[in-house]
């Protein structure tokens, strides 16, 4: 054998017996409670919360409060027995388009994640 072949056996040798090394296990198992546990002890926020839900929930309540201002805006400015029921059909319609924006949103972010 030459010495290339036998230090690479050697390598190859040394590395098996790394990966079946349990402290390596134990140190990654450590590091994952520790890292929760820090993860724990941070303070709840109230914007922190709102930005961990997902965008096909946020994405319509934005819609939704811009659906209301058009159902108090829009029978104001057009005096019309329809004017309700039209602010009424840009709400729901709004709220539609939120979902559809927040789900393409929420797809967009998980095709991110898995490219990483």
Request: hydrophobic fraction near 45%; proline fraction near 5%; charged fraction near 25%.
């Amino acid at each position: 054998m030459s010495n290339q072949e036998q230090e690479r056996l050697r390598r190859l040798r040394e590395k098996q017996i790394a990966d079946r090394d349990p402290s390596v296990k134990q140190r990654n198992i450590q590091r994952g409670i520790t890292n929760k546990a820090r993860r724990m002890r941070k303070p709840f926020k109230l914007s922190g919360a709102w930005k961990d839900l997902p965008h096909v929930i946020r994405t319509p309540l934005y819609a939704l409060i811009l659906g209301i201002a058009v159902i108090f805006i829009l029978p104001g400015l057009w005096a019309s027995p329809l004017a309700i029921w039209v602010a009424i059909l840009v709400a729901v319609i709004l709220i539609v388009f939120g979902l559809v924006l927040g789900s393409s949103l929420d797809w967009r972010d998980s095709i991110k994640n898995q490219m990483k």
